[in-house]
């Protein structure tokens, strides 16, 4: 018989102990009695992978280099056995006496090398690969080498307990049931088992145990443990625990493999069902092509849709068109893209409006402090809405310097009145088509803007802001502002004709909220369709309510700092407001306040302290020198102040007259004006010049006199007539040689006849006077209507004189006579 039959029998511990025939080399029979078979002394090599068991039979793989002299020491002796023992965590090259256990397996080498080889080849670090057969488990009794090649004396300790017990039985009957629910699970399993069939019988308990241990995967730590474990029942109890786990491990993969076939063959199943029904469609004539799916598309998206007869009408007719055309002519995809567009207009789809006064106010006051004349004017408008029981028709022009919140008013309303928002900003448009769309001719044609809106909205009746009207340019591909008149009509819009659709499309529910910084840039008819709301700007009081309720809050949240990680006081809001931004809007602060969060946040990162308050101190630490901290309205001789309005709110205007010398006659201007202005300042100087002997003045002081009058900032241009008061207060100030000694600010349109005339902004140059701190102005009669409109908080503290001529002016200035003119 062959070498592997003679090492599983020898191998077998319950039949060494009894004694067997056991089959030799040479194919006789020699009867093996216990220990007496076996070697006293045994070479031992560690191995680093997991235990062997006896009976087990398979390849290892040994490093010539460091175990060559162990194995041909092993093949110099008759018996060819080698003791191998488990350790877990050390390479075998690494291993010494101490980490070896005490408990391993002997082994009989099959196919060893030569023990006269001695070649240079088994000394190369080559590694080699040898059959190995278990026989039986070693103790180590005591070292007799320890380097290697290690060599110790040995015992052949035996399986302790009666393999016949019907205990015994038991445990080996649910080891064998164990190994049967394995089998259907892998089939490794079933050749290991037919293996040990072949080889030995069942009815084996030890061996049992040590073969069903080293089917399992289990570690080297529990192999081990068996391996060293003499009492049967104790060593099956083990086994049988491994095996359950190992079973319960298997029916894990089995299931999760199922799981990934199931999906897998799903998948493969629609995709096979798929491909037939596209041939058995095919065959009976009933498949969809593209064409069909888009025209289905585009049906679908106008169920639920008013569709105006017309509009249905030219569908219908490029419906048509697309079935007959082939899906990649040029015509095919310039079709598409029109029924696209047509049907994403949502046609007849209004949203519910709330038309609640009560939730409008709060939308608002919860937006924006201030501006209280202009959100009592948005409530009168959507009043009348609720009344009629709808809002329309009606299309708000916002007025106003940059950052008082004029678009933030126009989303306000859309949630005040629960309707969808757009907005789209109409500054530098130069072509029409921007607004009535492109002709279909074009190649890479659009609808307008509006038309965009409603697609994205997907609504008829949304609120649609149009940003920066007063900016809309003009050039040779048409007029955007003359496209805008029949836009902002309303007896126009309900029929709004989009070039690319070249369809009626009803505007006439949409509103329209225009935002502008100026009047003088729209074009009248234009500015005649829109309703003005003006908005003028903040006061330090607004803006410190502003500051404090809006600003900071969001400025934190933005940076991710709490509010009790960092805090200003008013006392700082203020003096950020007096000192650093004296603009109408609010911009300016809130670029202020975010430096402002900015450093303070590196100071929180980079100090000790875990919270900061920021006062008044501190504000030029954190924003540098004030740049408006000395900013006085000039005194002097010759020096009066006026007030201006500009596109960007009101602002006080100094004007200076000088005598330059007295050779001659002469005016000279200087300040970069327009020309309006110089005509103010040459009707000032003629008024003046003629009426110097009623003003007290030497009736020759012009007539040898060069004077020189300029308005300062000559890098700012200025325009208008409103100065023309101020410039004649300032010549005759200069020709009384009288300097005017107290704030006082001005403004109004002088003649030659000496009659002053109303101006415009009176609103916004209050407020630039309040912002300077000069409580005391001359406004021409005209415009006392519009002091009195004006909120009580602007005119708190204000002494006004109202002049019908500038003999009044001069009363006011110089004498300083209060009359019945004067409100207070």
């Known amino acids: 018989m062959n070498d592997e039959l003679l090492g599983a029998g020898a191998g077998h511990e319950d039949n060494a102990v009894d004694g067997e025939i056991l089959s030799s080399e040479n194919g006789g029979h020699d009867l093996a009695v216990?220990?007496?078979?076996?070697?006293?002394?045994?070479?031992?090599?560690?191995?680093?992978?997991?235990?062997?068991?006896?009976?087990?039979?398979?390849?290892?793989?040994?490093?010539?280099?460091?175990?060559?002299?162990?194995?041909?020491?092993?093949?110099?002796?008759?018996?060819?056995?080698?003791?191998?023992?488990?350790?877990?965590?050390?390479?075998?090259?690494?291993?010494?006496?101490?980490?070896?256990?005490?408990?391993?397996?002997?082994?009989?080498?099959?196919?060893?090398?030569?023990?006269?080889?001695?070649?240079e080849e088994s000394a190369q670090g080559v590694q080699n690969q040898f059959l190995v057969q278990g026989i039986k488990r070693?103790?180590?009794?005591?070292?007799?080498?320890?380097?290697?090649?290690?060599?110790?004396?040995?015992?052949?300790?035996?399986?302790?307990?009666?393999?016949?017990?019907?205990?015994?039985k038991a445990y080996a009957m649910a080891l064998i049931k164990e190994i049967k629910e394995l089998l259907p699970l892998n089939p490794l399993y079933s050749e290991e088992l037919k293996h040990y069939l072949s080889h030995f019988s069942p009815n084996e308990p030890s061996f049992l145990a040590d073969f069903c241990a080293a089917l399992t995967t289990a570690s080297g730590a529990q192999l081990q443990q068996v391996l060293e474990t003499l009492p049967l029942i104790p060593r099956m109890e083990l086994v049988l625990n491994l095996l359950r786990k190992e079973r319960e491990v298997a029916e894990l993969q089995t299931k999760i493999t199922g799981q990934v076939n199931q999906q897998v063959s799903a998948q493969q199943r629609e995709f096979f069902l798929r491909e037939q029904l596209k041939v058995i469609q095919k065959e009976l004539g009933i498949s969809k092509d593209d064409k069909t799916v888009d025209a289905d598309d585009f049906q679908a998206r106008l169920e639920g849709l008013v569709v105006p007869a017309e509009a249905q009408k030219r569908i219908d007719e490029e419906l048509r068109k697309l079935s007959f055309l082939e899906t990649g002519s040029p015509e095919y995809a310039v079709t598409r893209n029109y029924l696209d567009w047509a049907t994403s207009v949502p046609w007849g789809k209004y949203s519910q409006d709330v038309l609640d006064l009560g939730h409008a106010?709060?939308?608002?006051?919860?937006?924006?402090?201030?501006?209280?004349?202009?959100?009592?004017?948005?409530?009168?408008?959507?009043?009348?809405?609720?009344?009629?029981?709808?809002?329309?028709?009606?299309?708000?022009?916002?007025?106003?310097?940059?950052?008082?919140?004029?678009?933030?008013?126009?989303?306000?309303?859309?949630?005040?009145?629960?309707?969808?928002?757009?907005?789209?900003?109409?500054?530098?448009?130069?072509?029409?088509?921007?607004?009535?769309?492109?002709?279909?001719?074009?190649?890479?044609?659009?609808?307008?803007?509006?038309?965009?809106?409603?697609?994205?909205?997907?609504?008829?009746?949304?609120?649609?802001?149009?940003?920066?009207?007063?900016?809309?340019?003009?050039?040779?591909?048409?007029?955007?502002?003359?496209?805008?008149?029949?836009?902002?009509?309303?007896?126009?819009?309900?029929?709004?004709?989009?070039?690319?659709?070249?369809?009626?499309?009803?505007?006439?529910?949409?509103?329209?909220?225009?935002?502008?910084?100026?009047?003088?840039?729209?074009?009248?008819?234009?500015?005649?369709?829109?309703?003005?709301?003006?908005?003028?700007?903040?006061?330090?009081?607004?803006?410190?309510?502003?500051?404090?309720?809006?600003?900071?809050?969001?400025?934190?949240?933005?940076?991710?700092?709490?509010?009790?990680?960092?805090?200003?006081?008013?006392?700082?809001?203020?003096?950020?407001?007096?000192?650093?931004?004296?603009?109408?809007?609010?911009?300016?602060?809130?670029?202020?306040?975010?430096?402002?969060?900015?450093?303070?946040?590196?100071?929180?990162?980079?100090?000790?302290?875990?919270?900061?308050?920021?006062?008044?101190?501190?504000?030029?630490?954190?924003?540098?020198?004030?740049?408006?901290?000395?900013?006085?309205?000039?005194?002097?001789?010759?020096?009066?102040?006026?007030?201006?309005?500009?596109?960007?709110?009101?602002?006080?205007l100094a004007i200076e007259s000088s005598q330059v010398h007295t050779l001659n006659r002469g005016f000279k201007l200087t300040g970069k004006l327009g020309e309006v202005m110089r005509e103010s300042a040459d009707i000032a100087y003629s008024y003046v010049m003629s009426h110097l002997k009623d003003y007290g003045c030497p009736p020759d002081y012009f007539d040898t006199s060069l004077v020189h009058l300029h308005v300062p900032e000559g890098a700012t241009p200025k325009d208008g007539p409103s100065a023309g008061i101020t410039m004649a207060t300032a010549l005759l100030s200069l020709a009384r040689k009288e300097r005017i000694a107290r704030p006082l600010a001005m403004t109004g349109e002088l003649t030659l006849t000496g009659q002053v005339l109303g101006v415009g902004g009176i609103r916004e140059k209050v407020i630039a006077a309040r912002r300077s701190r000069i409580m005391e102005l001359i406004l021409p009669a005209a415009n006392k209507k519009d002091f009195e409109e004006l909120p009580d908080y602007l005119r708190e503290g204000i002494n006004v004189h109202f002049a019908r001529t500038f003999r009044d002016v001069f009363h006011y200035v110089f004498e300083n006579h209060l009359d019945d003119n004067a409100l207070h």
């Not at 180590?140 to 393999?163: D, I, K, M, N």
């Not at 450093?599 to 302290?609: A, F, N, Y």
Request: aromatic residues 6%.
């Open 34 to 119: 216990a220990d007496d078979m076996l070697p006293a002394t045994l070479h031992i090599m560690p191995i680093s992978t997991r235990p062997y068991f006896p009976g087990q039979a398979q390849p290892v793989t040994v490093n010539m280099e460091q175990w060559g002299d162990t194995l041909r020491e092993v093949a110099r002796s008759g018996h060819r056995l080698l003791g191998v023992a488990f350790i877990e965590g050390k390479e075998s090259g690494q291993a010494a006496v101490a980490d070896f256990p005490v408990t391993g397996c002997v082994v009989r080498l099959h196919r060893v090398p030569n023990p006269q080889d001695s070649s």
């Open 138 to 168: 070693f103790r180590v009794v005591r070292w007799l080498s320890e380097e290697a090649p290690f060599l110790a004396q040995v015992e052949y300790p035996r399986s302790e307990g009666q393999r016949d017990s019907d205990e015994v």
């Open 361 to 652: 106010r709060e939308q608002l006051n919860s937006h924006h402090d201030g501006l209280e004349d202009v959100k009592e004017r948005i409530i009168e408008f959507l009043a009348v809405g609720t009344f009629k029981g709808e809002v329309s028709g009606s299309i708000l022009l916002l007025v106003g310097p940059p950052g008082v919140g004029k678009t933030s008013i126009g989303r306000s309303v859309a949630d005040a009145l629960g309707r969808e928002f757009y907005r789209f900003s109409l500054g530098g448009m130069r072509d029409e088509a921007e607004i009535k769309g492109h002709r279909r001719t074009y190649i890479g044609a659009m609808p307008g803007k509006l038309v965009q809106a409603l697609k994205d909205v997907e609504v008829s009746n949304p609120v649609i802001m149009l940003d920066e009207i007063d900016k809309i340019g003009s050039s040779y591909q048409g007029d955007p502002a003359s496209a805008l008149l029949e836009v902002l009509d309303p007896e126009q819009n309900s029929e709004f004709l989009d070039h690319y659709l070249d369809l009626r499309v009803d505007l006439s529910k949409v509103l329209f909220v225009c935002t502008a910084n100026q009047l003088d840039s729209i074009p009248a008819p234009l500015l005649d369709r829109m309703e003005t709301i003006r908005l003028s700007g903040y006061i330090a009081e607004e803006k410190l309510v502003i500051a404090r309720n809006h600003l900071w809050p969001r400025l934190l949240q933005r940076s991710g700092v709490r509010p009790d990680q960092l805090k200003i006081n008013d006392a700082g809001l203020r003096y950020v407001i007096d000192a650093y931004c004296r603009e109408a809007g609010v911009r300016s602060l809130e670029k202020q306040l975010a430096r402002i969060v900015r450093k303070s946040i590196v100071r929180l990162l980079e100090g000790d302290q875990s919270k900061l308050r920021v006062g008044r101190k501190d504000i030029e630490d954190l924003l540098g020198k004030p740049p408006f901290a000395n900013d006085k309205p000039l005194r002097g001789l010759g020096i009066a102040t006026g007030l201006a309005w500009t596109s960007l709110g009101g602002v006080t």
